[in-house]
T-cell receptor, first 122, second 112 residues
Framework: SQTIHQWPATLVQPVGSPLSLECTVE??????LYWYRQAAGRGLQLLFY??????ISSEVPQNLSASRPQDRQFILSSKKLLLSDSGFYLC?????????????????????FGPGTRLTVL | DAKTTQPPSMDCAEGRAANLPCNHS???????VYWYRQIHSQGPQYIIH???NNETNEMASLIITEDRKSSTLILPHATLRDTAVYYC?????????????FGAGTQVVVTP
């Protein structure tokens, strides 16, 4: 079965310090990978997504960057953290599921989320 | 992807059915309706999805109106563990990028 790991679970960092959050997926190959952030009391915001090694797309301009050095590894980084970077960071993976139905074919994409990292920048 | 509108909060008594509405009046013909939920301090969890037919699985039922401009997620027998934020999302079925755009969702509180 597939599992997704994130670490650390919680992190407290001073403003201006660097950041590295890691996400790894087991039990699947060539997944789509995603980084989301959820600020306190807010909804989830998609930050980055990746469809393959070295392929990163950014959804919003920000103080963060992402890298995918291996097929099942996704890293979120920052050179200098800001107070506004505080939040709950979630990694997710997905695959496209194809169904063969009586009337034709259908497909859908289901995302699976990791346990998250709660980052507090002081 | 089309936008969705959900009530910000809803209370439900334990053991009763919870009916969560979602409006998606600008949905396109090739867009699916997805439902996810997020229990406090956890990542979102997939619940169900559908195109135009009603769907049911072990977690919930999804009722989509004939014009597909709205849908209802039904939790048949709500338990305390169903307390969570429920997100209704529409997205193109063939979008292999798989991006999900989460809105504010509905905070469901199940009370004893």
């Amino acid at each position: 079965s597939q599992t997704i790991h994130q670490w650390p679970a919680t992190l407290v960092q001073p403003v201006g310090s660097p950041l590295s959050l890691e996400c790894t997926v087991e039990g699947t190959s060539n997944p789509n990978l995603y980084w989301y952030r959820q600020a306190a009391g807010r909804g989830l915001q998609l930050l980055f997504y990746s469809v393959g090694i070295g392929q990163i797309s950014s959804e919003v301009p920000q103080n963060l960057s992402a890298s995918r050095p291996q097929d099942r590894q996704f890293i979120l980084s920052s050179k200098k953290l800001l107070l506004s970077d505080s939040g709950f960071y979630l990694c997710a993976w997905s695959v496209q599921i194809h169904l063969r139905l009586a009337g034709g074919t259908s497909s859908y994409n289901e995302q699976f989320f990791g346990p998250g990292t709660r980052l507090t920048v002081l | 992807d089309a936008k969705t509108t959900q009530p910000p909060s809803m209370d439900c008594a334990e053991g009763r059915a919870a009916n969560l509405p979602c409006n998606h009046s600008t949905i396109s013909g090739n867009e699916y309706v997805y439902w996810y939920r997020q229990i406090h301090s956890q990542g979102p969890q997939y619940i169900i999805h559908g195109l135009k037919n009603n769907e049911t699985n072990e977690m919930a039922s999804l009722i989509i109106t004939e014009d597909r401009k709205s849908s209802t997620l039904i939790l048949p027998h709500a338990t305390l563990r169903d307390t969570a934020v429920y997100y209704c999302i529409v997205r193109v079925a063939t979008d292999s990028w798989g991006k999900l755009q989460f809105g504010a969702g509905t905070q469901v509180v199940v009370t004893p």
